[in-house]
């Protein structure tokens, strides 16, 4: 033992990682998350935060591992207890921890088989934690304090041995660290609070403890290959709920939210509802099934009206269609869209007036961009879902498509010789802006504070997140054929702030009585909006559409780090294709685009070679 904390003093004289006591203090430099209350005074912010708090916390859970296959075994191992809804699950390569792009977006960071940490990757961890973050140190590093420093100690899968926690004992089916034993005397000493000890030596292997305004939990024992072992014994129904009951102390004590009974199964694709004019519907039910009997593949499949009743939930590999022989009202048969809504406020041509609604699909924008070949006319052609299971954001992604969400994808044909065809970048943001004003269009809700956060997406002030976009383009005969997918947090519960919650709070600190927003309404007028806008563009040129867009966005004279130079740049708008133009320090202007991080598009930005 001496001799490998000598090694480690060795190798990282500095490091300080997870000394600091609890008695020291630590105030965040990072941005109120109540600035977007319009007027509201500091003394209202206590007030607010009660009524906020739990509601914006990041849903991303980082996973650091060694292992071959970590983020197919951690998703298999956490959606057994955890919300689907509330969380996404994401890897993170180890070189990337000593950045900082992903702490302000990460409720729990796992460290999995991790042997040793550099410098500058331990302080970065122990900071997140000190300032608030999570982490559970899982079967890899064993924190230990020694005067001011910090063993890592990581050995091989032992044997499977009986352990206990508070309430059972998992006997035969924990697999330990074989090094645990000579952990002994500093696992018994060390730590805070003591979750999970061996039946018969009484050692210490899940331990949790504070520091500073965060929590971290060290485990000696491999939940991945005791999930995998467990499921596979003989006797695995008593020892799998056991074991499930052990980790679910562990996500309490890291803060995470569990799932309900049930929560994460029977969720299945179901059958999509065609709505438009019947001549519309016709032509795109007999065009699709010609195209199919060609290709010989079917990607839709159609049954009847009354097949539907009998069938409603059907699961396909083919996307299953059926047309309505009556208009429906809402939650009608099991279709939770108000169509007479939708159709009542939309005002266009051609976007929009023809839709399918589904309760349940994988995923709105592959499901279009699969179906694209079966359409006899793409454009205005959309599709609506009540929840998404696959839902995708920008740069792979996961967008969380709980029921509430508005989720959409909308297909829009754009020649090249047009205008908008020539700056096809700028799509994004007109949908940014087509959603946003369908909102602060609306009479009394001009003052909900809807931002845009170049490129695609939507905030409330500067802080919090509620929506984003995607924008998938192919190019055919001329045209670019593009799906834009957009996805809001309008009116449900989690996985943080919706819409419909920051009008009433924006009710309670103003003294309005604004009534909650109608889905199908708005949905109906951020389509009418897209058509306006392309046909403004087209008109009146990319100057005009940016004095509009500058109006909802965040960042006129914003500073921002770019990574590649390292300079700091100003915003001083877009450039003529959509992309970011700032100055830098000698008074040049250049034009900036992301570095591909999935975190945060505004952080890690670099130039665009050639275009200075």
């Not at 389509?527 to 109006?551: A, I, M, P, S």
């Not at 100055?583 to 992301?594: V, Y």
């Amino acid at each position: 033992m001496h001799r490998l904390l000598t090694l480690f003093e060795v190798l990282y004289p500095r490091s300080n990682l997870f000394v600091r006591m609890l008695g020291s203090h630590f105030v965040s430099a990072r941005t109120s998350p109540f600035r977007f209350i319009n007027g509201l005074a500091p003394k209202d912010y206590k007030q607010l935060a009660r009524y906020v708090t739990g509601v914006t916390k990041p849903p991303n859970i980082l996973i650091v591992s060694r292992r071959s296959e970590p983020l197919r075994q951690w998703k298999q191992l956490l959606w057994t207890i955890l919300s689907r809804d509330s969380y996404v699950i994401y890897e993170l390569k180890k070189q990337d921890l000593g950045k900082e792009l992903w702490k302000p977006y990460t409720s729990l960071l796992i460290l999995d088989h991790i042997e040793e940490l550099d410098h500058s990757q331990a302080a970065s961890v122990e900071n997140y934690v000190f300032e608030g973050g999570r982490a559970w140190f899982h079967y890899s590093i064993c924190p230990k304090r020694e005067g001011s420093r910090f063993l890592y100690s990581c050995g091989p899968l032992g044997e499977s041995v009986p352990v206990s926690c508070c309430f059972c004992t998992i006997e035969g089916s924990v697999h330990l660290n074989a090094l645990l034993k000579t952990l002994e005397d500093e696992l018994q000493s060390q730590f805070s609070e003591v979750i999970c000890k061996t039946s018969v030596d009484k050692i210490p292997v899940v331990v949790a403890e504070d520091h500073g305004r965060g929590k971290f939990i060290t485990s000696q024992i491999d939940f991945i290959a005791t999930n995998e072992s467990v499921q596979t014994t003989i006797h695995s129904s008593l020892q799998f709920q056991r074991f499930m009951s052990l980790l679910g102390i562990v996500m309490h004590k890291l803060a995470l939210q569990l799932s309900k009974e049930d929560e994460n199964s029977g969720i299945q694709p179901t059958i999509g509802v065609i709505f438009g004019d019947k001549t519309m519907s016709s032509e795109f039910v007999s065009f699709a099934r010609q195209e199919q009997e060609i290709k010989q593949k079917e990607y839709l499949s159609f049954i009847q009206w009354s097949d539907f009743m009998e069938n409603f939930g059907l699961s396909n590999d083919a996307f299953v269609l059926t047309v309505p022989d009556h208009e429906l009202s809402p939650g009608k048969k099991g279709i939770n869209f108000d169509a007479a809504s939708y159709w009542k406020h939309l005002h266009t041509n051609k976007l929009g007036r023809l839709l399918v609604y589904t309760e349940v699909i994988t995923s709105t924008q592959e499901v279009l961009n699969r179906i694209l070949c079966l359409l006899p006319q793409p454009h205005g052609f959309m599709i609506v879902a009540g929840r998404q299971t696959e839902g995708k954001g920008r740069s792979g992604n996961v967008w969380l498509s709980p029921i509430g969400c508005m989720m959409f994808s909308l297909c829009i044909c754009i020649p090249c010789s047009t205008v908008l065809g020539q700056k096809i970048p700028f799509v994004q943001q007109i949908a940014a802006v087509a959603f946003v004003k369908a909102v602060r269009d609306e009479p009394g809700y001009e003052e909900i504070n809807l931002r845009i956060k170049w490129p695609n997406d939507i905030y409330v002030g500067e802080d919090i997140k509620i929506g984003g976009l995607i924008v998938n383009s192919s190019f055919s005969n001329g045209s670019f054929n593009t799906i834009i997918g957009i996805g809001v947090n309008f009116s449900n519960e989690k996985p943080n702030m919706c819409l419909n919650r920051i009008i009433e709070n924006y009710n309670l600190h103003h003294g309005k009585y604004l009534k909650h927003l109608k889905m199908e309404e708005i949905l109906a007028k951020v389509v009418t909006n897209l058509e306006v806008l392309t046909e403004r563009f087209e008109q009146e040129g990319y100057e005009d559409f940016c004095d509009l867009y500058y109006k909802y966005w965040l960042h006129s004279n914003q500073k921002v780090k770019l990574y590649s130079e390292q300079d700091i740049v100003v915003v001083r708008g877009l450039d003529h294709c959509g992309f970011l133009l700032v100055e830098r320090s000698d008074g040049c202007c250049i034009s900036l685009q992301p570095d591909g991080n999935s975190f945060d598009m505004m952080r890690g930005l670099i130039s665009i070679k050639g275009r200075q």
